[in-house]
Every structure is written in structure tokens, then in C-alpha cells.
């Protein structure tokens, strides 16, 4: 098979990426400039601080990419850029930017959906991962099980009815006044607690539908920090563990609808939690599952994944003109 080189844009929410990658599973070079600051003194993303951001950035980190691959438009064989879910503002400035740049390099442009771009990434960390396969997909802004059968071939087999997983680790760490982001803050505290402190509701376990759903036990977390009866590790280490059985409930759940499948990946800002991981891995063993979880920087929002998402594209049909340049960008 030839070898492709994509550019990918990524740009749907506090996270400006570009990276330029390989069909042959190389980052030639990459860049991701981190909005935090900007929206830290409002407590969250801002939606039209995140769009001017991504606009003030674009241009300058694509001149650099560029030049740390030695590359010149003409050498890349397709540009691919987020199209949505996400904020509008920042997924319309990056699509637009895309196909600016395939439209003056004569490219084709690849709109690539957020979610697939996080369910392909694995594949790109690991050459070994063949499909089907069972994707955990647990950030700030997601939670969810996709079966991934191959490009293309997503099927969303459970999702939360409220809130993300990283979303309820980010509130309890508000709640203890641990700052933010939440989560690597209440994974710390909660190694000094005892996670059978504190009695919390396990949301949704046992129910016949495989969703999630967390914002109760972020409120019986408020409740329990709000009675001071609790020290807050052991609040922290009973979240957590309360966390983790139902996402084993719900994965028990997904398998026992869906049938096997051969391999078991987790993705996403949570992640990075060893607790989480360790239970993952348990459990994929005592299911004949094999493991696997990208490293960090492919895990959380980057542009790789979306290069990537077009070069895997570009292999199942290497005669692929791109999309429209009138294909619109998606908040939803
Ligand atoms: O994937 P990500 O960087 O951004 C998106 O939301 O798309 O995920 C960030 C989320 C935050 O909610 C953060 O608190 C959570 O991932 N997170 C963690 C840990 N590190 C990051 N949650 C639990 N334990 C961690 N160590
Ligand atoms: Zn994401």
C-alpha cells in the first residue's frame, strides 16, 4: 500500500492541534497549544474565547508544523480536520482553515468526525490492534462504549444520560476544593482514603439499559462533604471506587447485549487514572479480552488522531476525492 502523509486539525474544544502523520504510523511532527489559561478565571471553557483562540493560533502552528517535518504542502497527500461534535466557533475554524489549505494545495479535504478520530487512535499507538474491538471512551466531555468493527463501522452501544465521567471527577474535585482539572487532583487524595468509607450510590447498576449516568453520585459526594462526617480521602477514595464498579457494571452490561468481543480499549482524559486502568485490565483478562490503552497524548484531545482518522480512510480507498468543500461543521 503507498504511503499517505495527512495534516490534521483538530479544534472542537480548549485544545488548538495540528500534527502531520503517516500511513505508516509516523508523527513526523506535531503541535497542541492548551487554552486553560484563558478560560480558567471563568470555571470552564467559554465558548467564544475558545473560537477567537483557535483563530489567533491556527495560522502560526501550521507555519510550524511545516517546518519541523520539512515539508511543504505539496508533499502532503490530504488535510483533515475535525467537522464536530463541538463547540461551533472552534470546529468552524478549523474546518474552515482546512479546507483553505486543501482548496490552495489542491488536496483532498477529510472531515473527520471527533468521535472517530478518538475510536481510531488506538490503532495508531498499536499495529498489532485489528478489529473488531470494544472502545471506553471516558473524558471531561464523553462517556461512552463504541463497538468499532472498522473505518467507518461505529456502533454507539452505550452512553451517559448526564454527565461524562471526567466531568463528575472535575466536580467532586471542586467540591473538596481541590481545583482543577479535578481528576488527577482526586486520584492523589483518594490513595491516602479508604474507598469503603463513604456509603455512594452506584448509578444505574444493574439497570437492563447499558447507559451511565453520574451525576448522582456527584451529588451524594455533595451531601456527604456537606454533613462533615467524612474525611475528604476517604469522600475521594469512595467516589473513585464507586466510579470504577460502574463502569464494570456497564461494560458487563454492553457485553452481555453485544457478545464478545476480542479486545477491550480505554481512551479519553480518564484514562490517565491507574485506578481505572487496573480495574480495566482485570476485567478484560477475566473476560479473555486483551487490553490496551493509547499513551496519554493520543488518549486526550490531539490532531494526531484526526491525521490519523484520514489516513485510515485514504487506505480503505486510496482513490478517495475528499469531502465537499461545502460540507458543514456539526455541533452535535
Ligand atoms: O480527554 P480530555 O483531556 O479532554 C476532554 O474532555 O475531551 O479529558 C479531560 C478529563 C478531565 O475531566 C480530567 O479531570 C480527567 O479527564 N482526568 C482524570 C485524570 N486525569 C485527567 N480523571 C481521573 N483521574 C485522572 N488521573
Ligand atoms: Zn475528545
Redesign the pocket.
Known amino acids: 500500500a503507498p504511503t499517505h502523509t495527512v495534516l490534521g486539525i483538530e479544534s472542537s474544544?480548549d485544545e488548538t492541534a495540528i500534527a502531520l502523520v503517516t500511513s505508516d504510523r509516523e508523527i513526523l511532527a506535531q503541535r497542541i497549544a492548551s487554552q486553560e489559561a484563558e478560560h480558567a478565571p471563568y470555571g470552564g471553557v467559554v465558548p467564544e474565547i475558545a473560537a477567537r483562540a483557535h483563530a489567533e493560533r491556527l495560522a502560526p502552528m501550521l507555519y510550524a508544523v511545516m517546518e519541523d517535518a520539512g515539508l511543504g504542502l505539496d508533499q502532503i497527500d490530504a488535510v483533515a480536520a475535525t467537522a464536530g461534535p463541538g463547540l461551533i466557533g472552534g470546529v468552524m475554524v478549523g474546518l474552515v482553515s482546512a479546507k483553505a489549505l486543501a482548496m490552495a494545495a489542491d488536496k483532498p479535504l477529510i472531515a473527520v468526525n471527533h468521535l472517530e478520530g478518538h475510536a481510531l487512535s488506538p490503532r495508531l499507538a498499536d499495529p498489532a490492534l485489528g478489529f473488531p474491538y470494544l472502545l471506553l471512551l471516558v473524558?471531561?466531555?464523553?462517556c461512552q462504549v463504541l463497538g468499532v468493527a472498522g473505518v467507518g463501522r461505529y456502533r454507539r452501544l452505550a452512553t451517559t444520560i448526564d454527565d461524562?465521567l471526567?466531568?463528575a471527577?472535575?466536580k467532586t474535585a471542586k467540591i473538596l476544593g481541590l481545583g482543577y482539572?479535578?481528576?488527577?487532583a482526586?486520584?492523589k487524595l483518594a490513595r491516602e482514603g479508604d474507598p469503603h468509607a463513604v456509603p455512594l450510590p452506584r448509578p444505574m447498576k444493574g439497570s437492563s439499559e447499558p447507559h451511565f449516568s453520574f451525576a448522582g453520585l456527584k451529588s451524594a459526594v455533595l451531601r456527604a462533604h456537606d454533613s462533615g462526617e467524612y474525611a475528604s480521602a476517604d469522600i475521594a477514595a469512595s467516589f473513585q471506587q464507586a466510579a470504577v464498579e460502574c463502569l464494570l457494571d456497564r461494560l458487563d452490561k454492553v457485553l452481555s447485549r453485544e457478545g464478545e468481543f476480542p479486545a477491550l480499549v480505554v481512551a479519553?482524559?480518564?484514562a490517565?487514572?491507574a485506578r481505572?486502568r487496573g480495574a480495566l485490565e482485570t476485567f478484560a483478562a477475566s473476560r479473555g479480552m486483551t487490553f490496551s490503552a493509547p499513551p496519554m497524548a493520543l488518549?486526550?484531545?490531539n490532531a494526531a488522531m484526526i491525521a490519523w482518522a484520514g489516513c485510515e480512510k485514504l487506505a480503505i480507498d486510496p482513490d478517495f476525492a475528499g469531502d465537499p468543500l461545502d460540507i458543514k461543521a456539526r455541533p452535535r
Open positions: 474544544c473524558s471531561g466531555g464523553h461524562a471526567g466531568e471527577f472535575d482539572p479535578g481528576g488527577p482526586v486520584e479519553g482524559g480518564v490517565a487514572n481505572v488518549c486526550t484531545d
